[in-house]
């Protein structure tokens, strides 16, 4: 048995935060965000939205595209960094309030979040312990930014992405590979947690982003090239390329790589930010409803982040 996706949905919160905008509150410019980074807006939760209120717009929004309902759903997993609450896990929330039964847990790897749920999805589809999934990525970043430190706010944004990944007869899912190297865990964190030293402290997420830049680009180059040799693909025989959304000069580097023109890159960088675990599953949605994607299309999805973590998908849609 394989896994393959029948639906893609996204959400992105209505208020939208202008370059410009930050250059009112932070030394910082439009000019130097969209050269240095590719990104023009990003979109901020309202005050009454959390990450589960996200989820759930997206979740809707892919049942609806896969002809499905909650009833169907027998295993909910949510990758993200910043959960509603400590417990219970941004799944559970949502399965009380869609009305779904079945496993349900968060995934925590950061911006690999979306990829490591999905590969985890596959997998308990593959072994029959799952029939039909709801994958998300679901991300409230601003709530974790430093709106005083122009290094890191002005890169990040809000929402959600998820599919619906059902089993299937034929794949689907072709191939997927995750890693991780804690050795580089201060070049990208959020240093306040439960059982930390520095409990009851707000969590902020400070980067070294030339640093982070670097590994960023080795990391996922390697990456390319291991997805290529293990499926005897030449460079060049990907359709699209569905990168996570950091930096539109990794995303290049990546591409180029991989022997893609920009044009077969689904970027969605400019309008929505750095999304970290939704930034796939939302430029995913995005390309298959403008109709870019298409059904049989072999798109290669990848992501890279704090921990760091990192994760690849070969994917027949
Ligand atoms: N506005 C204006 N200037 C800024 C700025 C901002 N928002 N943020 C930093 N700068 C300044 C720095 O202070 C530095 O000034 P200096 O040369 O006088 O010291 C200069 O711009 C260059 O900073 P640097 O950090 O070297 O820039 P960069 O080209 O590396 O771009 C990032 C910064 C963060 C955009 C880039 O490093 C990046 O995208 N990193 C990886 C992000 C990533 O992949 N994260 C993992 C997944 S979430």
Redo the contacts with the bound molecule.
Sequence with gaps: MYSHVSGTGMYLPERALTNNELAKI????DE??RT??GIEVRHIAAENEATSHLAEKAAYSALEASGLGPKDIDMVVVGTCTPDLILPNVACLLQERMGMTGIAFSVEA??SGFIYALTIADQFIRLGQAKCALVVGAETMSRLLDWGD??TC??FGDGAGAVILEAAENPGILFSDLGADGKHRDL?CADAGVSSLKVGETAKLH?K??E??KV?VRTLEAMVDKVLLENGLEQGQIDWFVP?Q??V??IEATAKRLGLPMERVILTIKEHG?T?AASIPMALDTAVRDGRIKRGDLLLMEA???GFTWGSCLLRY
């Design positions: 932070v030394n910082t410019s130097w965000i240095r980074t950061a911006c122009r290094e002005v890169l990208l980067m982003g030339n982070v830049f960023a996570h950091a930096n000069r990794i750095n970290s890279f982040g704090a």
